[in-house]
């Protein structure tokens, strides 16, 4: 069974920088075509792909946000790590990650942790 | 960027219903558009992959169809338990993408 869950602070300031960790089980981002992705979901419930991680250490990021995110794994700790500077009120959302399979969707996500942006 | 633009935004139905969402993608993406069902305070869930290659545990009454730039979710005789936003997503073009979501409402 493939689990994933967010870990992370739920509050931080504008201009800090977030850092989330996805802790993964059930799967090894060391198998040919697998990805672990982030997905974020606005209180209004848009959800907006972030970033993803290839098996092969492959990136890719969102146009949009690319100059603040950094997306890595450590597979030794079944971990993938993302990083966004410069945090404004409008990233306040749920934070998601999720396993990619080969070919496929995001399957299955994780429980999501909530991240709000104030001062 | 591709944008997947669904309609209708909400629909509100009684069980026994067939629903029909539609997704419409800016330009063509081929035959892939993934389904997504998120219900009330959940983690959205893959509903379906493209080819109605519907996942283990889901109901045979959620099918999908679609190519090119015209994608469509129906579910057919509505359950309660189906209550929930509906999402598409394409991951044929950088960035990938989702529509903005059907609610699905039980009369």
């Known amino acids: 069974q493939i689990t994933l869950k967010e870990s992370g602070p739920t509050l931080v300031k504008p201009t800090q920088t977030l850092t989330l960790t996805c802790t993964f089980s059930g799967f090894s981002l060391t198998t040919r075509g697998v990805s672990v992705g982030w997905i974020r979901q606005t209180p209004g419930k848009a959800l907006e792909w972030l970033a993803f991680i290839y098996w092969d250490d492959d990136k890719r990021y969102s146009p949009s946000l690319k100059s603040r995110l950094t997306i890595s794994k450590d597979t030794s700790k079944n971990q993938v790590v993302l990083t966004m500077t410069n945090m404004d009120p409008v990233d306040t959302a749920t934070y998601y990650c999720a396993h990619r399979p080969f070919g496929g969707g995001f399957d299955p996500w994780g429980q999501g942790i909530l991240v709000t942006v104030s001062s | 960027e591709i944008v997947l633009t669904q309609s209708p935004d909400f629909q509100s139905v009684t069980p026994k219903e067939n629903v029909t969402i539609t997704c419409r993608a800016s330009q063509s993406i081929g035959g892939t558009v993934y389904w997504y069902q998120q219900k009330p305070d959940q983690s959205p869930k893959l509903l379906i992959k493209?080819?109605?290659q519907s996942f283990s545990g889901v109901p045979s009454r959620f099918s999908d169809s679609g190519s090119g730039t015209d994608f469509t979710l129906t579910i057919n005789s509505l359950e309660a338990e189906d209550a929930a936003t509906y999402y598409c997503h394409q991951n044929n073009g950088l960035p990938w993408t989702f529509g903005q979501g059907t609610k699905v409402e039980i009369k």
């Open positions: 493209y080819a109605s």
